[in-house]
């Protein structure tokens, strides 16, 4: 059987922590059901690290970017409303590992087109 296609799913999660981890949820499970892997590791970190305390954080992205640096990903998907701060360490990340990076919504589209 030919090896899948792995995707990180990048979306903002602060603000309203409960909804955007249901919302990631959702895009999962739809990228999952059209033969394609989804992984957002950060939906691990947030049930046991507290996301407004900056050292669990911290952690928890560290955790995340390492999914790039081992080369466990093919590419990079950017959801939501907008590039979060922390969406924009993993698209560094990304590229910096030659992982292709690509805006799913109109919002992230624009803000990838507006990086300064």
Not at 43 to 62: A, C, K, T, W
Request: proline fraction near 4%; glycine fraction near 6%; aromatic fraction near 8%.
């Amino acid at each position: 059987m030919a090896s899948k296609k792995t995707i990180y799913v990048a979306h903002p999660i602060s603000g309203d922590l409960e909804g955007n981890q249901k919302k990631v949820l959702a895009i999962c499970e739809e990228i999952h059901r059209q033969g394609v892997i989804p992984v957002a590791p950060y939906l691990v970190s947030l049930q046991y690290f507290n996301d407004d305390i900056q050292e669990d954080r911290e952690l928890g992205i560290e955790a995340s970017l390492e999914h790039f640096r081992r080369g466990f990903v093919d590419e990079l998907w950017l959801y939501g409303d907008r590039i979060s701060k922390g969406m924009w360490g993993e698209i560094r990340t990304a590229r910096e590992h030659n992982v292709p990076v690509f805006a799913k919504t109109p919002e992230t589209e624009r803000d990838l087109a507006n990086e300064s």
